[in-house]
């Protein structure tokens, strides 16, 4: 999804709205930028700060004659303004020849003692408050959301463009942003009216919405889930602000006078309250921080009024923008409420000023508090029906009675816009090939081909092996969905297919049957946790390119049927039924095992009963269909309880047998040290099975960075009947990068990793298995102290570069014991691609 965002990064130029617009540059005597100066028009509390690179841009809805543009060590520069709009002024600023009288200027670093802005933030953090509704014991209030898609930075070059003809309608919307001065078209707006309840006592919230109006895509839940969970909720208390997967520190933290310089600038009344307004700018270039301003109460010491602009040279990939709005409703001593909430960030590929983007907004308005009414602990556990249809058809009178706020004529105007857009043929064109892009499925109908990534692959048994495949789609929210695909491979000349289907039987409960069947060549033990997805396919099986030989692979055939249940939010649970035969796929790999005549048997026929319960909180998901997207993945913790039993003598089953699983993924937000995984897996099973039933250690000869395997180790290097294993991953964001001079513009970022692993493995099954144990590889018996990672735990570290060109990682991997295994690689590098922020 964030690559079609990425997609419609294109066009913009502009019809103006207020009354004084001006833009332009700061520079000194020689030439060069001044970074953080102040631009305020004159005689007025209407002002700005230049970024990084001296350029800023300020708006007035009145008509202002003169600029004040001032920064320390230089002399107060008034520039008069002939006109009601001047963009790209050059304004040079003269070294100061006498001290200034009654301006403020904001220096370069600011002292953090004898500093009255310093002073007054102590206060902040001694008066730190929670958000005014958690100070009561229940609470609600009413909700309004609009979001809001922009084309921005338009030229007369991209309207003319050819790729626009027959869309040439599109232009009459264009608008210009107060924030940046770029112009911008609308092509995208939801609105969203919701009641929420609040039980601080119970530690619940239940937000119902009543009412919801889109248009462009106007079906698209999917993209809207995904533009409201980059605008996550946020509290400015907080000491970080976390924002596309990254961690702002606040300029209220109690480090931000390490990273920010504070100036106060005036002090006046803001709604009948005395208050303070308080400058800030970062110390530092490269690093998560903003620059802007607050008002702040001077007898509750409590935010009024906050805006928040993120630094031009922050480690952010894909956003040349964040702008940030909050105004506050103090009632009291104690108490303050959010009121407005305003959220602007601009996507493009490049972060040069005239390259073209895409804005993405959210404005919130909150109003109609209510406190201390209480609701059953039934109400916030029933569930709500995720689709009513009366909700998204809303009549206008609903929308001119319960709207917060009125639509400006640009946005009425996207409406009647998109729709009559979405008839042009090209349109259509451009954005098939984007959707295909962020799917990758090519939509033909009612059908789904591909994922068009998957079409080639190589591995030891098939060699070149191509893979052709589709799916049912009707539309996003469809009840049922059919898949199939097939596989030949050149080597072994054999055809492989897939086939599953899915229904949703009833959608409050989503309970759902599925079923499927697949013979293919599989690289099992590619992991700890084993997954009965029919038509799952791993990387370890389809690389092209691989470390080592890639050879101990299976043939399976494997069927399953089952359903799954969801009675709570984000808990599923699941009850499968598998049927699967295993046999070798090379010569140069072995399941062979002992049966109970103590006859070689090559093939194993195992049937299997799993019950498996998966909790997932506070994932998001977009649609009610029998498939739905997540649209934070990577953002929740993700927890896996699993019992598996092997029958013996139904259906040819070969043995009979006890498995338990348990899995436990959580991401963490080290605050400004960068963003951490940690996933732990434990499991044994309690009768003696072969070889292809046991648990390998995970391992990776793909030169691929894989999370959750041991990149160090060939497949079936260990082999464990009971195991415990541990992964971190911690990206520090460029916290260390960002402070090396001659690293600091790469935007480079530091990766750390530590894998380690216990497991044993009982005679019984080291017996039962000894023929394959035996031929593993080029015939050289492994000794079984060597089979599990029993001696001692296994463990390896890795270091990484990542953001290399913004879409590159490298990883440096190093095998910390067992070097005398036979082979053992002791360092290794591998690699990833990735679209991140």
Excluded at 8 to 15: E, P
Excluded at 30 to 49: C, L, Q, R, S, W
Excluded at 436 to 465: C, H, K, W
Excluded at 807 to 836: C, E, Q
Aim: glycine letters at 8%; one cysteine or more.
């Amino acid at each position: 999804m964030k690559q079609t965002l990425l997609f419609f990064s294109l066009i913009l130029t502009s019809v103006m709205l207020s009354q004084t617009k001006v833009s332009g540059e700061v520079k000194d005597e020689y030439g060069d930028p001044v970074a953080f100066a102040n631009v305020i028009f004159k005689d007025t509390n209407e002002g700005t700060i230049t970024n990084e690179n001296g350029r800023f841009y300020l708006e007035s809805e009145d008509n202002q004659d003169a600029l004040w543009v001032s920064f320390v060590g230089y002399e107060l520069k008034v520039v008069p303004l002939e006109k009601r709009i001047t963009y790209e002024m050059e304004i040079v600023l003269k070294e100061e020849a006498a001290k200034l009288d009654e301006v403020v200027v904001f220096s370069g670093k600011t002292s953090k003692k004898d500093n009255p802005a310093i002073t007054i933030l102590r206060k902040i953090w001694e008066n730190r408050r929670e958000n005014g509704v958690k100070k009561f014991k229940q609470y609600s209030f009413d909700k309004y959301e609009k979001l809001e898609f922009d084309l921005n930075t338009i030229d007369s070059s991209l309207i003319k463009s050819k790729v626009f003809k027959g869309m040439e309608f599109i232009w009459e919307q264009i608008d210009t942003s107060n924030i940046t001065g770029n112009s911008y078209l609308p092509i995208f707006v939801n609105e969203a009216i919701s009641k929420v309840y609040g039980d601080n006592v119970m530690k619940q919230e239940k937000e119902i919405l009543e009412g919801n109006k889109n248009s462009g895509f106007s079906n698209n839940q999917t993209l809207i889930a995904f533009v409201k969970d980059l605008y996550k909720e946020y509290d400015v208390y907080d000491n970080y602000l976390k924002f596309f997967d990254k961690a702002f520190t606040s300029p209220l933290s109690r480090t931000g006078i390490d990273v920010y310089n504070y100036v106060l600038l005036d002090s006046a009344y803001r709604d009948n309250k005395w208050c303070y307004n308080i400058v800030y700018y970062p110390r530092r270039k490269n690093e998560l921080t903003f620059k802007g301003d607050f008002w702040v109460n001077d007898t509750t010491w409590a935010i009024k009024e906050i805006n928040l602009q993120a630094s031009k040279s922050a480690n952010l990939n894909w956003v040349r923008e964040v702008y940030i709005e909050q105004e506050f409703d103090v009632l009291n001593d104690s108490i303050f409420l959010i009121t407005r909430d305003y959220f602007l960030s601009d996507f493009s590929l490049r972060k040069k000023e005239k390259a073209q983007g895409i804005y993405g907004k959210r404005t919130t308005l909150y109003d109609n508090y209510v406190f201390d009414i209480p609701k059953e602990k039934s109400f916030y556990g029933e569930q709500v029906d995720p689709y009513n249809e009366e909700i998204y058809n809303r009549p206008d009178e609903f929308w001119e009675e319960r709207r917060m706020e009125e639509l400006s004529k640009d946005e009425k105007g996207v409406y009647e816009m998109l729709d009559t857009l979405k008839t042009v043929p090209r349109f259509k064109t451009l954005y098939n090939i984007g959707a295909t892009l962020a799917s990758g499925y090519y939509q033909v109908g009612n059908l789904d081909i591909g994922p068009v990534f998957s079409v080639f692959g190589f591995n030891e048994a098939e060699g070149m092996r191509i893979r052709l495949g589709g799916r049912t789609y009707f539309g996003q929210n469809d009840p049922w969905r059919l898949e199939v695909f097939g596989a030949y491979g050149f080597r072994d000349q054999r055809f492989k297919y897939g086939v599953s289907g899915k229904w949703l039987l009833d959608r409050k409960s989503r309970l759902t049957v599925y079923g499927g069947n697949r013979k293919d060549v599989e690289q099992t033990g590619a992991s700890l946790t084993v997954s009965n997805d029919v038509l799952g396919r791993n990387l370890a099986s389809s690389s092209l390119i691989s470390v080592g030989a890639n050879d101990r692979l299976t043939r399976i055939n494997l069927s399953t049927v089952g359903f799954s249940l969801e009675p709570a939010k984000n808990f599923n649970v699941r009850l499968t039924g598998s049927y699967r035969t295993l046999q070798s796929a090379t010569d140069t790999f072995k399941i062979d095992y002992f049966d109970s005549d103590g006859n070689i048997q090559n093939e194993v026929q195992q049937p299997e009963v799993e019950l498996g319960f998966f909790y997932t909180p506070k994932r998001k998901t977009s649609g009610y269909g029998v498939e739905r997207v997540i649209v934070n993945d990577g953002d929740f913790a993700s927890i896996y309880f699993g019992y598996t039993y092997g029958l013996k003598g139904i259906l040819g089953g070969d043995f009979e047998y006890s498995r338990l699983q348990g899995l436990y993924t959580q991401p963490w937000n080290i605050g400004g040290l960068g963003r951490m995984y940690t996933t732990i897996e434990l499991g044994k099973t309690f009768d003696p099975v072969p070889l292809s039933l046991l648990s390998p250690i995970p391992g990776n000869q793909t030169l691929f960075s894989i999370y959750n395997t041991f990149t160090n180790l060939d497949f079936y290097e260990f082999v464990s009947d009971t195991y415990a294993s541990f992964h971190l991953q911690h990206n520090f964001g460029g916290r260390i990068f960002s402070r090396v001079p001659l690293l600091r513009k790469l935007n480079l970022r530091e990766i750390i990793g530590f894998r380690a692993v216990y497991g044993e493995l009982s005679q019984e099954n080291i017996d039962l298995s000894r023929p394959a144990f035996e031929s593993i590889a080029d015939g050289r018996p492994l000794l079984p102290n060597v089979l599990a990672p029993s001696d001692e735990i296994y463990w390896e570290w890795s270091v990484g570069v990542g953001n290399i060109f913004r879409i590159f990682r490298i990883d440096f991997n190093f095998r910390g014991n067992y070097l005398d295994n036979p082979d053992a690689r002791k360092f290794g590098v591998t690699g990833a691609f990735g679209f991140s922020f």
